[in-house]
């Protein structure tokens, strides 16, 4: 299990959100000190995805969502 983090984001997996929530969670990071789940960067290779998700947005003192364009479906 991955360790608890301040921000949990969610995004659809397309190539642009990897970008701007890569560049928000560098900053966040870097600004805040926080410390931010997503989910390429934190989930580790065959833990169960369901519950890893889970037990991060439960623990995350905030969560933030990415559209972008057509994925606010």
């Not at 931010?36 to 037990?55: H, K, P």
Request: hydrophobic content about 40%; aromatic content about 10%; cysteine-free.
């Amino acid at each position: 299990m991955s360790e608890p983090r301040d921000i949990f984001i969610s995004y659809r997996r397309r190539k642009e959100n990897l970008d701007i929530t890569g560049r928000i969670t560098d900053n966040l990071e870097f600004v805040f000190g926080t410390r931010v789940y997503r989910d390429i960067d934190s989930l580790l290779t065959g833990e169960n995805f369901q519950n890893e998700l889970a037990a991060a947005v439960s623990s995350a003192l905030a969560a933030f969502a990415a559209v972008h364009g057509t994925g606010a479906t």
